[in-house]
């Protein structure tokens, strides 16, 4: 049963970059689609982007100025940060895998709660 | 872009079918999947693909999808069926994966 397991800095300051690592067990990325998926306080679920098992990318275009995302294949994990954050990127941030375009997330992170705050 | 729209709240009676739905252009010709998520939880894949159910996900959870509404249906409600909903789509023309806004369930 793959798992995915998440961890990163949960408190920042404005203009510092969130840096963010989610682990896979039991899995590998190949033939897999990886995404960022974060959650505002009371508030709905919002795409980041994602990057498949190549490392190709596409990212949400309101936020592709400040996004990256990454793999480190020998360590089965993937990492995302995001600079120059603010007060309104406080969320909790989800990791999560689909199988292909148009397919659902059938595998999440727990979730890293990250707030940003002077 | 792409968007889709979901009723904030729905409340059902104990036992009787919740039904959600997810309001968007022509969703008919997009695959729906819809999520459950409980508070302080990760989200759920409840139902996949407009109306298949993953394993271990009970008969009560399926899923319908018609022209600009695409329908989650929750029968014989349960007070453990509280939670959060989300439709997500994907949007082939601009390549981003879109979320409904959530719908929040009441069992009363």
Redesign the interface.
């Known amino acids: 049963q793959v798992q995915l397991q998440q961890w990163g800095a949960g408190l920042l300051k404005p203009s510092e970059t969130l840096s963010l690592t989610c682990a896979v067990y039991g899995g590998s990325f190949s033939g897999y689609y990886w995404?960022w998926?974060r959650q505002p306080p009371g508030k709905?679920?919002?795409?980041i982007g994602?990057i498949n098992h190549s490392g190709n990318t596409?990212y949400?275009p309101s936020l592709k100025s400040r996004v990256t995302m990454s793999l480190d294949r020998s360590k089965i994990q993937l990492s995302l940060k995001l600079s120059s954050v603010t007060a309104a990127d406080t969320a909790v941030y989800?990791c999560a895998r689909r199988s292909g375009?148009?397919?659902?997330?059938?595998r999440?992170?727990?979730?890293t709660p990250v707030t940003v705050s002077s | 872009s792409y968007e889709v729209t979901q009723a904030l709240s729905v409340s059902v009676a104990l036992g009787q079918t919740a039904l959600m739905t997810c309001g968007g252009n022509n969703i008919e010709s997009k695959n729906v999947h819809w999520y459950q998520q409980k508070p302080g939880q990760a989200p759920v894949l409840v139902i996949y693909r407009d109306s298949n159910r993953p394993s271990g996900i009970p008969e009560r959870f399926s899923g319908s999808n018609s022209g600009n509404t695409a329908t989650l249906s929750i029968s014989r409600a349960q007070v453990g069926d509280e939670a959060d909903y989300y439709c997500q789509v994907w949007d082939r023309s601009t390549s981003r994966v879109v979320f409904g806004g959530g719908t929040k369930l009441t069992v009363l």
């Open positions: 995404s998926v709905g679920l919002e795409w994602e596409n949400k989800y375009v148009g397919e659902p997330f059938d999440w992170g727990q979730g």
